[in-house]
């Protein structure tokens, strides 16, 4: 369960508790409020995010006012750590991509962990506009693919810059699925090939035949130990409490120490480059 998930399933119990101590049915209460019951009873169990407006309904209907500027502060919380990708991405993909670059220019220490894409500051131009250009058809954005690719090219600035730890680990399914055209994901795992030799990078990956001690769920990015981004088809989370950034912390140094690094991770890119249709 994501720490989004557990945030509205805990602002849900505590609407719940405020109907139940005015006495109404989950039915009454949405009669009350003129709502289909089923809207009710989805607050309340986290399937739906209320809005501000439903807040104020449900307090002043169960006569908990004295509580509308907590559960509204939670409310705050969690639309803060669930930021709609279509909202972020209103102005294009490159203005998403130069918020990037301040927050990665920002941090000393980045890790990253990917398991079917390879991870932005690491693309080759043609493998990020076919990434880009998805991004665009799915959520109707405005095409900026062009744009999108420069600003990402120069993202990767910082991969050469002194003072900074970047560490990357990647599952070998990020570098076999067929995301974009062969001749591009050639072209991608070559560049895989020489950023492994890069002495300013850690770059690891992980193989289909390794005994993990730790499932390898979902990407995400640790930047220092300030925050940690997870990037869904629907959503960026934002979170930043210490104990998660702690959390994945513990998950990344795992997932790390199975990762097979510099020669060995060459020969597993070669190797799956030479399984490439020609």
């Known amino acids: 369960m994501t720490r989004v998930q557990e945030a509205r399933e805990g602002l849900g119990r505590q609407l719940r508790e405020a109907r139940k101590g005015a006495g109404y049915t989950g039915t009454a209460l949405a009669e009350l409020l003129g709502w289909p019951q089923s809207k009710v009873s989805k607050i309340e169990t986290g399937r739906q995010t209320p809005t501000r407006d439903d807040i104020l309904a449900w307090v002043q209907a169960t006569g908990r006012d ?19 990708w279509r909202r972020r991405l209103g102005a294009g993909t490159s203005a998403r991509q130069q918020e990037s670059i301040v927050l990665e220019a920002g941090a000393k220490h980045i890790r990253a962990f990917e398991t079917t894409v390879i991870p932005g500051l690491l693309q080759t131009p043609d493998y990020a506009r076919h990434r880009i250009a998805q991004s665009v058809e799915r ?6 693919v062009d744009e999108g690719i ?8 910082v991969l050469y810059r002194p003072g900074k730890r970047l560490h990357f680990v990647l599952t070998e399914a990020a570098l076999r699925y067929r995301l974009c055209p062969v001749d591009v994901m050639a072209g991608q795992l070559d560049r895989l090939v020489a950023l492994c030799s890069m002495s300013t990078i850690h770059v690891g990956i992980i193989g289909f035949g390794t005994e993990l001690t730790e499932s390898p769920k ?4 640790i930047f220092d130990d300030r925050r940690v981004l997870v990037e869904t088809i629907g959503a960026e989370l ?4 210490p104990q998660e950034i702690e959390l994945y912390g513990r998950v990344f140094d795992k997932l790390a ?22």
């Open 218 to 221: 979902h990407g995400f990015w």
């Open 257 to 278: 120490a199975s990762a097979r690094y510099g020669t060995a991770a060459r020969q597993l890119i070669t190797r799956v480059l030479d399984d490439l249709p020609r």
């Open 66 to 84: 004295a509580d509308a500027d907590r559960l509204l502060a939670r409310l705050e919380v969690l639309e803060t750590m669930y930021a709609e």
């Open 150 to 157: 420069r600003v990402r090219m120069q993202r990767q600035e």
């Open 139 to 144: 959520h109707g954005l405005p095409d900026d």
């Open 238 to 241: 934002t979170l930043t409490q």
